[in-house]
């Protein structure tokens, strides 16, 4: 299968099979489960450069990796911004570190989320802890020499205490981006909207041919957006999701990932919406 899902995944050489020393610099905690890290490379380690959508192998000495997306602004060189949830022993390890510790980073790794441009409507869609891979897109659209004609930011959680970055959404509604979060299921002090994120799909305007629309979230959650674009007219090439199963060396070498002919680590996990549809059909486990 030919992929589409430009620009090409980074170039794999000797370095980036070996984690590199990278310090902490700070930590804060987003929920519960969820914190975000920022790390800057130790003395004599490079500071490698990465793009919207990428991940790097974050290393937890003694425990082992895990892939993580930078969650952070990929314009700041020597620094990278990870959004961690602690579901198993090596994650558990990456979100308890504190600033000072070193962690090994490896990569980057991945294909990208594609260019808005000046005439793009960018629809941002995410699910949870989707919002992650996306946020450095929304700091790219606001701070890149050629901002889209617009952003809108559509955000689900399952519950308004597991929302991600409240005060960035603030903050980018402020800035004219068309924010619209909703919860699956509400708390008494919740006095926002309740539904699935698709449902906000029919409250924006759009146009079919600007709109470019970049998706994360559970799989489920982006079927059922895509099939909500698809129903306003947007060309399935004009959308792209990201896919996270299973990687587990990054470069395609233990097949953890593998989809048919494809590897998630190596021709992901960004894929335009007609590449990821044959993929998608496989449910996941």
Same mark, same amino acid.
């Given at each position: 299968?030919?992929?589409?899902?430009?620009?090409?995944?980074?170039?794999?050489?000797?370095? @980036? #099979?070996?984690?590199?020393?990278?310090?902490?610099?700070?930590?804060?905690?987003? @929920?519960?489960?969820?914190?975000?890290?920022?790390?800057?490379?130790?003395?004599?380690?490079?500071?490698?450069?990465?793009?919207?959508?990428?991940?790097? #192998?974050?290393?937890?000495?003694?425990?082992?990796?895990?892939?993580?997306?930078?969650?952070?602004?990929?314009?700041?060189? +020597? *620094? &990278?911004?990870?959004?961690?949830?602690?579901?198993?022993?090596?994650?558990?390890?990456?979100?308890?570190?504190?600033?000072?510790?070193?962690?090994?980073?490896?990569?980057?790794?991945? @294909?990208?989320?594609?260019?808005?441009?000046?005439?793009?409507?960018? !629809?941002?869609?995410?699910?949870?802890?989707?919002?992650?891979?996306?946020?450095?897109?929304?700091?790219?659209?606001?701070?890149?020499?050629?901002?889209?004609? *617009?952003?809108?930011? &559509?955000? +689900?959680?399952?519950?308004?205490?597991?929302?991600?970055?409240?005060?960035?959404?603030?903050?980018?509604?402020?800035?004219? !981006?068309?924010?619209?979060?909703?919860?699956? *299921?509400?708390?008494?002090?919740?006095?926002?909207?309740?539904?699935?994120?698709?449902? &906000?799909?029919? +409250?924006?305007?759009?146009?079919?041919?600007?709109?470019?629309?970049?998706?994360?979230?559970?799989?489920? #959650?982006?079927?059922?957006?895509?099939?909500?674009?698809?129903?306003?007219?947007?060309?399935?090439?004009?959308?792209?999701?990201?896919?996270?199963?299973? #990687?587990?060396?990054? !470069?395609?070498?233990?097949?953890?990932?593998?989809?048919?002919? !494809? &590897?998630?680590?190596?021709? +992901?996990?960004?894929?335009?919406?007609?590449?990821?549809?044959?993929?998608?059909?496989?449910?996941?486990?």
């Amino acid at each position: 299968m030919a992929l589409r899902s430009a620009p090409e995944p980074a170039a794999v050489d000797a370095a @980036t #099979m070996r984690p590199e020393p990278w310090r902490v610099t700070s930590r804060s905690r987003e @929920t519960d489960d969820t914190w975000t890290l920022a790390l800057e490379p130790t003395a004599g380690t490079p500071a490698r450069a990465y793009r919207p959508g990428q991940f790097a #192998m974050l290393y937890a000495f003694g425990v082992g990796e895990a892939p993580i997306s930078v969650s952070g602004d990929v314009a700041a060189p +020597g *620094r &990278l911004v990870h959004t961690v949830r602690a579901v198993g022993a090596v994650t558990r390890r990456v979100c308890a570190a504190r600033p000072g510790d070193v962690l090994g980073v490896r990569g980057p790794f991945g @294909t990208a989320w594609p260019q808005a441009g000046a005439d793009d409507h960018l !629809v941002v869609v995410a699910g949870g802890i989707g919002l992650a891979p996306l946020r450095p897109v929304v700091y790219r659209a606001l701070g890149g020499p050629e901002r889209p004609g *617009r952003v809108t930011v &559509l955000y +689900g959680g399952r519950r308004p205490e597991e929302l991600l970055f409240r005060d960035e959404l603030d903050a980018w509604a402020a800035a004219g !981006v068309d924010v619209a979060i909703t919860v699956d *299921r509400a708390t008494p002090a919740w006095r926002g909207r309740v539904g699935l994120v698709t449902r &906000l799909i029919d +409250g924006i305007e759009a146009d079919p041919a600007r709109t470019l629309a970049v998706v994360c979230g559970p799989e489920v #959650m982006m079927r059922f957006t895509v099939s909500a674009l698809t129903d306003r007219g947007v060309a399935p090439e004009r959308m792209h999701v990201s896919l996270e199963r299973n #990687m587990q060396c990054a !470069v395609g070498l233990c097949g953890h990932c593998q989809l048919g002919t !494809v &590897l998630v680590c190596r021709d +992901g996990p960004v894929f335009a919406y007609p590449d990821a549809a044959p993929l998608m059909a496989v449910r996941e486990l």
